[in-house]
């Protein structure tokens, strides 16, 4: 998984003008200009972009260089209003990696730790990777509720632009998806690097691809799985402490599933 603390959008509002018709007079005789016909306002979308519910695993698959591979992201249970969404991967294409606790863990890429404000968008608050355990200053905007074409706003180092509304890879695979789906697509782009995350609200991330290489992984299925219980309490709990350490090198960790995705050459 790539580190997050550099892919980190903050909301911005789109305007849209609004013509006024002209009116004049004069001569006997009055008319009134219908001039320019108002701007149409750009498709939308608003929801819950991310659908984190406790014990939720979203399920991708890809073959990316000749080598099938498996994703599962996992939300944990809340831990004081934190919930960390848990990224698993393992070769070949299987339904789940999310089979046990003790799979989940020994295929772990990494985790966010993740909080909703009362307007339905997602922050970040710390996150928990091969290089470190940290906290994310500002608990910083992952994703906002509603999301507009041609949205744009900085994230840290980086661009966000949503550049698709309408229908989106993956999406076939919601639960109870109707015939019409409607999702947004996302372009995440970093110096060296861009990346096209899907969401339907309702659902969550339906699609991620990464648009330098090519890697795609496409939602394959959404279940539940309460036996796996908490993974990442350390991304939910992570403080200043934690960064400070994991900037001396001491918050280093093992996840097998980083070190996968890292000798495909996947960010």
Same mark, same amino acid.
């Given at each position: 998984?790539?580190?997050?603390?550099?892919?980190?959008? %903050?909301?911005? !509002?789109?305007? %849209? &003008?609004l013509? /006024?018709?002209?009116?004049?007079?004069?001569?006997g005789?009055?008319g009134? !200009?219908?001039?320019?016909?108002?701007?149409?306002?750009?498709?939308?979308?608003?929801g819950?972009?991310?659908?984190?519910?406790?014990?939720?695993?979203?399920?991708y698959?890809?073959?990316?260089? +000749? +080598?099938?591979?498996t994703?599962?992201?996992y939300?944990?249970?809340?831990?004081?209003g934190?919930?960390a969404?848990?990224?698993?991967g393992?070769?070949?294409?299987?339904t789940?990696?999310?089979?046990?606790? #003790?799979?989940m863990?020994? *295929?772990?890429?990494?985790?966010?730790?993740?909080?909703?404000?009362? !307007?339905g968008?997602?922050?970040?608050? !710390?996150?928990?990777?091969?290089g470190?355990?940290?906290?994310?200053?500002?608990?910083?905007?992952?994703?906002?509720?509603? /999301?507009?074409?041609g949205?744009?706003w900085?994230?840290?180092?980086?661009?966000?632009?949503?550049? *698709? %509304?309408?229908?989106?890879?993956?999406?076939?695979?919601c639960? +109870?998806?109707s015939?019409?789906?409607q999702g947004?697509?996302?372009t995440?782009?970093?110096?060296?690097?861009?990346?096209?995350?899907?969401?339907?609200p309702?659902?969550?991330?339906?699609?991620?691809? +990464?648009?330098t290489?090519?890697?795609?992984f496409?939602?394959?299925?959404?279940?539940?799985?309460? &036996?796996?219980?908490?993974?990442?309490?350390?991304?939910?709990? &992570?403080?200043w402490?934690?960064?400070?350490?994991?900037?001396?090198?001491?918050?280093?960790?093992?996840l097998?599933?980083?070190?996968?995705?890292? #000798?495909?050459?996947?960010?």
């Amino acid at each position: 998984m790539k580190r997050t603390l550099s892919t980190l959008p %903050i909301l911005t !509002s789109a305007l %849209i &003008a609004l013509s /006024l018709t002209a009116c004049g007079g004069g001569g006997g005789g009055g008319g009134c !200009s219908t001039g320019t016909a108002p701007a149409t306002p750009a498709p939308s979308i608003k929801g819950d972009m991310l659908a984190l519910k406790p014990s939720t695993g979203w399920n991708y698959q890809t073959t990316f260089n +000749n +080598n099938p591979l498996t994703i599962t992201l996992y939300s944990d249970p809340t831990i004081n209003g934190v919930t960390a969404l848990v990224a698993a991967g393992t070769t070949g294409l299987v339904t789940t990696v999310a089979t046990s606790t #003790a799979n989940m863990q020994a *295929n772990m890429v990494g985790a966010l730790g993740m909080t909703v404000d009362a !307007s339905g968008n997602y922050n970040v608050t !710390s996150e928990y990777s091969l290089g470190s355990t940290a906290a994310v200053p500002g608990t910083p905007l992952f994703v906002p509720s509603t /999301l507009t074409l041609g949205q744009t706003w900085s994230a840290s180092g980086g661009s966000a632009t949503v550049t *698709n %509304i309408g229908v989106v890879p993956g999406e076939s695979a919601c639960p +109870n998806a109707s015939s019409s789906p409607q999702g947004a697509q996302v372009t995440y782009t970093y110096p060296g690097y861009s990346e096209s995350i899907s969401y339907v609200p309702g659902c969550g991330i339906t699609d991620v691809r +990464n648009t330098t290489n090519g890697a795609d992984f496409v939602l394959t299925s959404v279940g539940s799985y309460p &036996a796996i219980g908490t993974l990442a309490r350390r991304a939910a709990t &992570a403080t200043w402490l934690d960064t400070a350490a994991s900037l001396l090198g001491q918050r280093r960790n093992d996840l097998p599933g980083a070190h996968l995705l890292r #000798a495909l050459h996947l960010p």
